[in-house]
């Protein structure tokens, strides 16, 4: 008897320690991605604020663009917990320039950009991550409406 409830608790113990190994890696997740966001969010700010466009050429600026569009993928069906971690290292990543007035508009036009095509972004990000020349264009198909979307979520920063 004493046998079995030593096995009882080995196995309780063990999957207690591996649902919050699970947990702890779902959280380091969301921090990690909401982190990477908010960041690319606060640095593609700064460029519209100064210039007023987002230059497709720059490979700085299609490299966050794909950091957005990772968090926002990230973001769509997720869990109310990951969301909860997203929006946090979110308003950490873009060092408060996401903070409690804007965040509702900042996640309401991230789980726009989810809903659309931004295949043509995100494969220009991509290249770009490389050090490959994107070849990207305002005239790229889907490149327009995710530009207006991302321009939309970062005017909803002011």
Known sequence: MRIFRRLVAACTAA???SSCSILQNVASSATSVGTNTG???A????????TGTIDLSNLTNLINLGKILTGANALA???TSYADDFASALVKGSSNLVNSNNIAKVLTGLESLA???TS????ASSFAAT??????????KGISDSMNAITKLLAGLE
């Open 39 to 41: 960041s690319a969010i």
């Open 43 to 50: 640095g593609l700010y700064q460029i519209l604020k100064a």
């Open 115 to 117: 809903n659309m095509d």
């Open 77 to 79: 069906g997720a869990t």
């Open 131 to 140: 050090g490959s020349d994107p070849q990207v264009s305002m005239s790229s």
């Open 15 to 17: 999957l207690m320690v």
């Open 120 to 123: 043509a972004l995100a494969t």
